[in-house]
């Protein structure tokens, strides 16, 4: 069984920080694509930031240059050091991973449970 776990979430003032984690552990053959994504109340879960095994990144416009994801390969750990943060940052935020899992035939995406981030202003 394969899961991915969530930490660092909480509550924080406007222009405040957070760093998010993700670990990732089970039957895990490889893991390519890492993620982060966010749901706020009422809207659509939004990409906020991908990362390729390799290290190239992907950041949504209305995080760039205050987010920054990376990730620990021998960990199989993502995190999201999210800095500046606005009120409109405030959603559940989502784990996802792409990964090669023992005993499944391709690579399948796995999500975890998500951690919640509230920004006051």
């Known amino acids: 069984q394969v899961q991915l776990v969530e930490s660092g979430g909480g509550s924080v003032q406007a222009g405040g920080s957070l760093r998010l984690s993700c670990a990732a552990s089970?039957?895990?053959?490889?893991?390519?694509?890492m993620g982060w994504y966010r749901q706020a109340p009422g809207k659509q879960r939004e990409l906020v930031a991908t990362?390729?095994?390799?290290?190239?990144?992907n950041y949504a416009d209305s995080v760039k240059g205050r987010f920054t994801i990376s990730r620990d390969n021998v960990k199989n750990e993502v995190y999201l050091q999210m800095t500046s943060l606005t009120p409109e940052d405030t959603a559940v935020y989502y784990c996802?991973?792409?990964?090669?899992?023992?005993?499944?035939?391709?690579?399948?995406?796995?999500w975890g449970q998500g951690t919640q981030v509230t920004v006051s202003s």
């Open positions: 996802n991973a792409e990964m090669a899992v023992m005993g499944v035939r391709h690579t399948s995406f796995y």
């Open positions: 089970g039957s895990i053959l490889g893991i390519a694509n």
């Open positions: 990362i390729t095994g390799g290290g190239f990144t």
